[in-house]
């Protein structure tokens, strides 16, 4: 499955879509990014006059990256029936802010796929190198 | 060998229980011991790794308490010692 394509075909839409591309992608590991914008419909409340990425939302752009679109090319590759892997949990850490403008790196590596349930690892990173957020996410399939 | 079974099988449930502090044979997974079906699959993958066995979507299904499980570890390692005597 190629990558844009799995871009594409993610069910989130503006303005809660989180994903701009995805550069790298086997069965065990994907990494994909989000620049934040500018103009994003969150920075206008949290917090005016100082725009601060709520952590919801970076816990939002791991999930999309490092779980459903992950999910997504490995139910391809398994040939399930299912189509979407929806966000159960998360266990997480935040170690720095991040801004307007910042491009979020996730980098998801898979702990297991199996019995309909998907679990990793996951980062969020700045371009610096700086770590976001980190900890472990799952899905299950629908 | 049963024994040790259930006692490697209790020490991977333990720490998901939820409102009981210790299990029995005829505990409900669900029911009486609090554990989701997100845990469960926790569960099971650390059964697959301690019990170095390979469990199936068709045969998890039908687990509903503890003593299933057990039944199920049994059946599947006894097949094990099967094909290492054949």
Redesign the interface.
Known sequence: MKYARIVEELPHKPPFKFVDEITFLNENLIKGYYKLPQNAFFFKGHFPDNPITPGVIVLEIMAQIGLVAFGKFLVAEKAYSYTDIFF??SEVKYSNPSYPGDRITVVSEKI?F????L?CKVTALKDNGDIVCYGTL?G?LH | MKNTMIETLKAIITPYLKGVSELSLNDHIVDNLGIDSLDLVDILVEIETQFAVSLEEEEINQLAYVKDIIALLEQKTKADEVCENS
């Open positions: 159960t949990s297991y199996k019995f309909r349930k679990k799952s299950m």
